[in-house]
């Protein structure tokens, strides 16, 4: 069983940056495909950014390939994601989510995510 606890988000304006972080409590974080989607208001959630179990190959959804960035570190059993250059449109509830490694690669679905954490860019 993981656990997920994202970070608190925050308001920002447009252009700023905010980092997010996901902390999972269970054995072998490192085996976990890990990613962070988000849910904006009357909207349905979207996938964001996907980071593999040993953190070599990462997926960015298209609107925010060169401002976002997914990161690891096994050590510390933490997800993050480096938002930059923020826009009003970002604006969402951003959750964290886990996948054991055997069982992401049958079906591509996460078993286990956070309460989600509610990012604001204002314009």
């Known amino acids: 069983q993981v656990q997920l606890v994202e970070s608190a988000g925050g308001l920002v304006q447009a252009g700023g940056s905010l980092r997010l972080s996901c902390a999972a409590s269970?054995?072998?974080?490192?085996?976990?495909?890990m990613a962070w989607f988000r849910q904006a208001p009357g909207k349905e959630r979207e996938f964001v950014a996907r980071?593999?179990?040993?953190?070599?190959?990462?997926v960015y959804e298209d609107s925010v390939k060169g401002r976002f960035t997914i990161s690891r570190d096994s050590a510390k059993s933490t997800l993050y994601l480096q938002m930059n250059s923020l826009k009003p449109e970002d604006t969402a509830v951003y959750y964290c989510?886990?996948?054991?490694?055997?069982?992401?690669?049958?079906?591509?679905?996460?078993?286990?995510w956070g309460q989600g954490t509610q990012v604001t860019v204002s314009s």
């Open positions: 989510a886990a996948a054991h490694l055997s069982s992401y690669s049958k079906s591509g679905q996460y078993d286990y």
């Open positions: 269970g054995p072998n974080f490192s085996h976990y495909v």
């Open positions: 980071i593999s179990w040993g953190g070599g190959s990462t």
